[in-house]
């Protein structure tokens, strides 16, 4: 998931919204996620807790814009396989000032040896198998080309994002049973990824 902070309106306030990837058309949205204080972690009286899941620290967060959904192969693909040659720094080898009007000088990853989904599907599919340094490298890319700063998430971002202002085990309560309808997971997944979106959201 991406993370960005740079589009708030004359007045401060934060809505959500949705863009596209000037340079592919690719869609995305973004939820407000608002500012709080949280406590990190799981209580020790939670079933199945694990020991790094503590002691729980209290932490303030300012307010963000969280990807509604995973990054998807529509996103990320057309930025990591690119038959454009660049030279170390990032620039790529054929710039034409006249040509290529939009800066572009993150560097891409090398193409994949083998279709990264494994099969699993690609359109409408979260895209996998990247390395974190090539998350990386796709936000500064994203940020170029939207003049947006996008970024990932922290870790704290991210489990305050999960919880949603809950308390509970999972945002819908604590009951495991229920988890189905919100996540994929070893006993429904039939060992695949599945498309973004068919599950329900936390509050957020």
């Given amino acids: 998931l991406i993370v960005e902070r740079s589009a708030q309106d004359a007045s401060g306030a934060m809505s959500d919204y949705e863009a596209q990837v000037p340079l592919t058309g690719a869609a995305y949205a973004m939820k407000a996620i608002p500012g709080g204080k949280f406590l990190m972690g799981s209580p020790p009286s939670e079933a199945h807790r694990k020991d790094d899941e503590g002691p729980q620290v209290e932490v303030q967060i300012a307010p963000f814009w969280m990807g509604k959904y995973e990054v998807t192969w529509d996103e990320y693909e057309p930025y990591m396989i690119t038959q454009v040659d660049r030279e170390k720094h990032g620039a790529r080898k054929d710039f034409d000032p006249d040509k290529h009007t939009m800066v572009d000088a993150v560097s891409a990853p090398t193409a994949p040896y083998m279709e990264m989904s494994f099969g699993m599907g690609q359109s409408g599919y979260p895209a996998i198998s990247m390395t974190q340094h090539a998350a990386n490298k796709y936000c500064q890319w994203l940020s170029a080309q939207t003049g947006h700063f996008y970024r990932l998430p922290t870790e704290a971002e991210w489990e305050y994002a999960c919880r949603a202002g809950t308390v509970t085990a999972y945002s819908f309560g604590d009951d495991p049973a229920e988890l189905d309808a919100y996540a994929w997971h ?19």
């Fill in 186 to 204: 070893y006993e429904n997944s039939h060992e695949k990824y599945q498309k973004v979106g068919q599950k329900k959201p936390n509050p957020w």
